[in-house]
């Protein structure tokens, strides 16, 4: 066996998430240690990923949803009313507690209500930046290449783009999958209690993200205590206040995750069974679903996790996958989060390209061809071919991409690929950063 450990810590945010990473490399017995720079090596490198993020979040000023779902909560937190704010804000108003510097800044500058919600999308996308900075770490660590630590970069930094998660209003998806796949991370490099902060975080942030808590639990190895209570007390942290101005939200949020609302788009899986609907006055046509779908539909995408997660820790008992492939069963839960949602959106896929490439950048030494194709195929469906094809065509068109890509996602998660080629599973430790020979 070969195993490469990695003693660096590589941030401020990253030190958080950083560990060593080991890849098993048979059939060789040798062990060759493998530093990471120094910090104060990398900071060029942390400068220009955050110039790249905030020129990639200039590049379009489109608002989106946040005029309507947003701005009037934050309009009254500007203006000094916080009571009205947190009564206000829905239910991914805590997403806004990381953002508040930036829109003080903003409004100070005078910047406008735009200036103010591009100044917040910028805070939300650093959560991407310090992924890409983290995963940039690991692979040189790992002796990766420049160009293939280039495309793990750009992968991270372009999938907010490609998915508008900020011109549909939602730059809050880029703060919680950024959190989420950090969360991995952190439990990778045996760090249970920073992994709970992030995903506490990231859960407040967007109910969904529980749906990240089963694969985290599975890639903690020890610690798993911690984790959760770290993030109990982080999200109740940032919920609090909320739910104290306006109960409501519980209920609300609980809504959220068991009922889906009646629209019904053609991207997603249960198309064919919708009915068409014809106003009598104006003759606009639109679309719905049968009840069971729009009524049990989230339910079923959380409670996913519990099959598929029981199933992953058999696989792991066995040693048929390893910790790191928790990467890949998160990446899978949250594509499918999109694929059984009838209100499935562009931005839906973007935590699932940023755990995915996260898997791909531990467990490969090739490009995350995976993650690029992902999020490339993500754009032609919900970007290019609206409006240049009809409804029923769009849907064909990502059904044949998006199935399988679940597939090739849970055959990936599972170890199926891996064991039929015979290979090994990487394995991130701080353990054995802090045995290794050349350990600082």
């Not at 090596?41 to 942390?46: E, G, I, T």
């Not at 409004?107 to 650093?126: D, H, N, S, T």
């Not at 610690?223 to 409501?248: K, N």
Request: hydrophobic share 55%; charged share 10%; with cysteine.
């Amino acid at each position: 066996m070969r195993l490469w450990a990695n003693t660096r810590r590589v941030s401020h945010v990253g030190r958080a998430f950083q560990g060593c990473t080991a890849a098993v490399n048979p059939p060789r017995a040798t062990a060759d240690t493998c530093l990471v720079p120094r910090h104060a090596d990398r900071w060029p490198l942390a400068l220009l990923l955050i110039a790249s993020t905030v020129l990639l979040t200039l590049s379009n000023t489109a608002t989106g949803d946040y005029q309507v779902e947003l701005r009037p909560s934050v309009d009254l937190l500007l203006t000094g009313d916080v009571h009205g704010f947190l009564a206000a804000a829905p239910i991914y108003g805590p997403s806004v507690l990381p953002r508040l510097p930036f829109l003080l800044a903003a409004q100070e500058l005078g910047a406008g209500w735009i200036g103010v919600y591009i100044a917040g999308a910028v805070a939300c996308m650093l959560a991407v930046t310090a992924l890409a900075y983290v995963l940039e770490g690991h692979l040189r660590a790992l002796g990766r290449s420049p160009v293939l630590r280039s495309a793990v970069v750009l992968t991270c930094l372009l999938a907010p783009v490609l998915t508008r998660a900020g011109p549909m209003g939602h730059p809050e998806e880029a703060l919680a999958g950024g959190l989420c796949a950090l969360a991995m991370l952190a439990c990778l490099s045996d760090r249970p209690a920073w992994a709970g902060v992030a995903l506490g975080a990231a859960i407040a942030a967007k109910p969904w993200a529980v749906i990240a808590v089963l694969p985290a639990l599975l890639a903690a190895g020890d610690g798993r205590v911690r984790l959760l209570a770290a993030a109990v007390a982080t999200c109740a942290a940032a919920e609090l206040p909320f739910l104290l101005a306006a109960p409501s939200r519980a209920g609300s949020s609980v809504t959220a995750l068991h009922s889906a609302p009646h629209s019904f788009h053609p991207t997603q899986l249960f198309w064919p069974l919708r009915e068409v609907l014809v106003d009598p006055v104006t003759g606009a046509t639109g679309y719905r679903g049968p009840h069971l779908v729009h009524r049990f539909s989230h339910p079923v995408i959380v409670l996913l996790a519990l099959p598929l997660s029981a199933l992953f820790a058999a696989r792991l008992r066995s040693g048929s996958v390893g910790r790191t492939d928790a990467l890949a069963l998160l990446a899978l839960l949250l594509f499918l989060r999109g694929l059984l949602d009838p209100w499935n959106s562009i931005y839906y896929v973007l935590p699932a390209i940023l755990a995915l490439v996260s898997w791909e950048a531990l467990s490969r030494e090739g490009l995350p061809v995976g993650a690029m194709a992902l999020a490339a195929f993500t754009w032609l469906s919900f970007g290019l071919l609206p409006g240049r094809v009809g409804p029923d065509v769009l849907s064909a068109a990502y059904l044949a991409w998006a199935l399988p890509a679940a597939w090739l996602l849970a055959r990936a998660a599972f170890g199926a690929a891996s064991s039929a080629a015979g290979a090994a599973q990487p394995v991130i430790s701080a353990t054995a950063a802090r045995t290794s020979p050349g350990a600082t």
